[in-house]
């Protein structure tokens, strides 16, 4: 089955850039969604199809994806955006959906 | 706007059947390109995918559970449900409801409060 590997957490000071990867198999050919879950807290969908931000969801959350990992970047971090973010591939009808195991950011 | 809601019983017994409910409201589960999805989280870890009901009645489920769960609809009450047998503690969960749309690519746009789901004796 396919595998997401993420950090288990990643810290970065107020104002800076935090930067949280998903590596997977040719990552790169599949849709990559993104999603911030708060303590107590519903997931919430950040980023979908690599790189889009749903509607309300800050310019500083951007994304990308290529080759074997998914990269999301948090510019002007703030302490808001403390919070676990998991990345999640769905290749097809036919294909099971998986998550990342998530990573923990943490504002200094 | 689309509103999911999780409804169950919060302690099973092991061995016996967990089942759970969500109800649909701002939409029809029989209209439109759409995926619905039960998810669970164990406490203090990740999420993991259970399985999926397209909104034409067909489904598919995470392989490490298939011997075990069904998920199924009600088109009257606009609800499906989750049915998972022979629980054991490892089934101990938050359990969400979520919608895949093909307005994000299939990402969980939409996603109920969940509950809590405890197996214990």
């Known amino acids: 089955s396919y595998v997401l590997t993420q950090a288990p957490s990643v810290s970065v000071a107020p104002g800076k850039t935090a930067t949280i990867s998903c590596g997977g198999d040719?990552?790169?050919?599949?849709?990559v969604h993104w999603y911030q879950q708060k303590p107590g807290q519903v997931p919430l969908l950040v980023i979908y199809?690599?790189?889009e931000r749903p509607s309300g969801i800050p310019e500083r959350f951007s994304g990308s994806n290529s080759g074997n990992m998914a990269t999301l970047t948090i510019s002007r971090v703030e302490a808001g955006d403390e919070a676990d973010y998991y990345c999640?591939?769905?290749?097809?009808?036919?294909?099971?959906?998986?998550f990342g195991g998530g990573t923990k950011l943490t504002v200094l | 706007q689309v509103h999911l809601q999780e409804s169950g019983p919060g302690l099973v017994k092991p061995s016996q059947t967990l089942a759970l409910t969500c109800n649909v409201s701002?939409?029809?589960?029989?209209?439109?390109?759409?995926?619905w999805t039960w998810i669970r989280q164990p406490a203090g870890k990740g999420l993991e995918w259970i399985g999926r009901?397209?909104?034409?009645?067909?489904?598919y489920y995470n392989p490490s559970l298939l011997s075990r769960v069904t998920i199924s609809a009600s088109l009257t009450k606009n609800q499906f449900s989750l049915k998972l047998t022979s629980v054991t503690a490892a089934d101990t969960a938050v359990y969400y409801c979520?919608?895949?749309?093909?307005?994000?690519?299939?990402?969980?746009?939409?996603w109920g409060q969940g509950t809590t789901v405890t197996v214990s004796s």
């Open positions: 199809y690599d790189a």
């Open positions: 979520a919608r895949a749309s093909t307005q994000f690519y299939y990402g969980y746009d939409v």
């Open positions: 701002g939409d029809s589960i029989n209209s439109g390109s759409y995926y």
């Open positions: 009901m397209y909104s034409s009645g067909s489904t």
């Open positions: 040719n990552i790169g050919t599949k849709n």
């Open positions: 999640q591939v769905w290749d097809s009808s036919d294909d099971p959906v998986v």
